[in-house]
Every structure is written in C-alpha cells, then in structure tokens.
C-alpha cells in the first residue's frame, strides 16, 4: 500500500520560514518524480515545485521562484520544500505529489492529470 504523507506546515508571519517534508512508503522512490501543489480557500490546485527523479531536474511556479527551494534525499524516501519569506498569499493546503517515471512538471507546466499519488496535505497560514 502506497502512502504520501506530508508535514512541517503551521502557521507563521510574513517573512519568515517553514520547511515541509513527504515522506513516501509503498513505492521505489527512485523511480518517481516528486512534487508541490498547493490550494488556497476558494481557488484552484496550483503548481509550485517538482524534482525529478535523479533531483537534476527542478522547476518553480513563477510566484515562488527565488524563496522556496525543494530537494530530495532518496535514502530517506523524502522530499524537502524549504519556504522563505513567506507572503500571506501563500496561505494553502500543500500537497504533495508523485509520478512514476516521468516528470511532474516541465518549466511553468504542471502535470497535474499525470499524478500517480497524492498525499493529504500540511496546511500553511501566512499572517500578517
């Protein structure tokens, strides 16, 4: 049995950091790349980050490039979404999504239709 379970969310100020992580059990980690959406109250899923596999491969949404930076270490099943000076605009569930074989995003494209597992999402408050 697959599971994606995600954590590190909470609630913090304008500016400040939180790191999130997922850790997967079920699956060859190796063989998945590895992402970030996220969904604000009353908005759609968007992208934010994805890795691929072998982590050489890495693409950021436009509204977080520059603040937050995700890894991976595949000795420890996990993924890593370091998030820095954070905005109230970034308040959302966050999610935490995985695709066999092919990468979950390419540039400003997320595959979105193309996830093979989700996790249940950490949820990230920016106050003001």
């Known amino acids: 049995q697959v599971q994606v379970v995600e954590s590190g969310g909470g609630l913090v100020q304008e500016g400040g950091s939180l790191t999130l992580s997922c850790t997967t059990s079920?699956?060859?980690?190796?063989?998945?790349?590895l992402g970030w959406f996220r969904q604000a109250p009353g908005k759609e899923r968007e992208g934010v980050s994805c890795?691929?596999?072998?982590?050489?491969?890495?693409s950021y949404a436009v509204a977080v490039k520059g603040r937050f930076t995700i890894s991976r270490d595949n000795a420890k099943n996990t993924v890593y979404l370091q998030m820095n000076n954070l905005k109230h605009e970034d308040t959302a569930m966050y999610y935490c999504?995985?695709?066999?074989?092919?990468?979950?995003?390419?540039?400003?494209?997320?595959?979105?239709?193309?996830?093979?597992?989700w996790g249940h999402g950490t949820q990230v408050t920016v106050s003001t």
């Open positions: 079920g699956l060859t980690f190796d063989d998945y790349s």
């Open positions: 999504a995985a695709r066999k074989r092919y990468d979950i995003c390419s540039g400003s494209a997320f595959y979105e239709n193309e996830v093979d597992y």
């Open positions: 890795i691929s596999r072998g982590g050489s491969a890495i």
